[in-house]
């Protein structure tokens, strides 16, 4: 009876170590991982990245944004570089009413210079003299004035202008009406057509030219044309 209970409690210590010793050899003595998976540590960034490097893997950063381009500036249409000074020279034609029933016809030159000390206003100073036929004998008619020119600057280069000049005239020979001096005006505009650069212009003018010979007073047409040269 005593070696049977020797027997069976040999038996009942090998059955229970057995377990015991099959659990002890599966519990792993590996570095924890911190709730990260064998398999995900095995391929985590952290192995593969050495210490010694930190920014070998780091992705490429993307090229620094190049400046765009400079636009080319356009030209501007329509606007025309302008000149302080003109000076004009061209042929006149003037219809002189000397008194009431005497009239002539008149042909010549005339001339002006004018400085624009505004883009729009200038001074004027203008001179004609024309070359026709009295009662009797062939005179000439010489006028100058001065006064102010006002201006506007169109596209395709087109200038209008207009003015009002003051000054005096002269006829000669002295007719038998009376003397041969007179305060005179000159008013009236015309119309610059401009070349290219516009210095150079063609000039057409229709004025009006009011004088007081022989205790009259004579307000007598005035056609022109000429070239405008501009500085």
Known sequence: M????????????????????????????????????PAVAAVSPLNSVSLAE?????????????????PVPQGV??????????????????????????????????????????DRIGLDAEVFATYGSQPGQNSWLVTGAVGPRVRWIKPKGI?????????????????????????????????????HHRHMAIRIAIDGVASHYFQTFQFSPKLSAGIVYKF
């Open 159 to 195: 200038d209008l202008w207009l003015h009002a000049l003051g000054g005096g005239t002269y006829i000669t020979p002295q007719t038998p009406y009376g003397g041969q001096t007179a305060i005179s005006a000159i008013v009236g505009g015309g119309v610059d057509l401009n070349g």
């Open 54 to 70: 930190p920014f070998a893997s780091s992705p490429a950063l993307p090229p620094a944004a190049m400046p765009a381009p400079e």
């Open 2 to 37: 005593k070696l049977s209970a020797i027997l069976l409690g040999t038996i009942l210590f090998a059955a229970f170590s057995t377990p015991a010793q099959t659990n002890f050899a599966q519990v792993s003595f590996a570095a924890p991982t911190f709730g990260v998976t």
């Open 77 to 118: 249409q329509g606007v025309f570089e302008k000149y302080s000074y003109d000076v004009y020279a061209g042929y006149t034609f003037f219809r002189f009413y000397e008194v009431p029933g005497v009239e002539s016809s008149m042909n010549g030159v005339n001339g002006s210079f004018v400085y624009w000390y505004h």
